[in-house]
């Protein structure tokens, strides 16, 4: 009979609001994942033609960044990867998402797997190691954040000198 009553006397959840507002620690990170590459002049920068598709998907991810709609966002985001799982572009964005929900761990996984699938210098793999560098800091581990920073700053190569 005790369980009955306390079965009777619980109240259902309030839902969750559908804004998102990140932890500040963890817009900052990904305010410096993105301004990692800021002012270098890199000789490499790769920008695929695909699926208008994809890129109706990542304006509605962005759109709902925008907005603190990170669940939209993630799943705007997800959509285009269905469309072109490979794409390391796409697997950064995603890896910034993940990191502005919380998701560390995820945001980790994703950003090494945009830099395999990249082209190994350039934005893209400043961005790439920034993101783990900024993972690093978060799981307070010195020794493998100062291999990434090393290896972001492989990522950054000079164009040439011309006469």
């Not at 799982?85 to 090494?112: C, M, N, S, W």
């Amino acid at each position: 009979m005790l369980i009955f009553l306390v079965a009777c006397s619980t109240r259902s959840q309030p839902e969750t609001p559908a804004l998102t507002r990140p932890d500040a620690d963890l817009v900052a990170a990904v305010q410096a994942i993105r301004a990692a590459n800021a002012g270098e002049d890199s000789a490499l920068q790769v920008n695929p033609l695909r699926d208008p598709a994809v890129e109706g998907f990542l304006a509605d991810a962005r759109q709902a960044e925008q907005q603190q709609q990170l669940d939209a966002a993630h799943a705007a985001i997800a959509k285009a990867r269905e469309l072109a799982p490979d794409a390391p572009d796409l697997l950064q964005y995603e890896a910034e998402i993940e990191f502005l929900r919380g998701k560390t761990v995820e945001a980790e996984k994703l950003a090494y797997d945009s830099f395999k699938k990249g082209p190994q210098v350039g934005t893209l793999c400043v961005q790439n190691w920034q993101t783990i560098v900024e993972a690093r800091k978060i799981f307070n581990d010195p020794a493998y954040r100062a291999v990434a920073e090393a290896k972001r700053d492989q990522c950054k190569v000079k164009r040439p000198v011309r006469l």
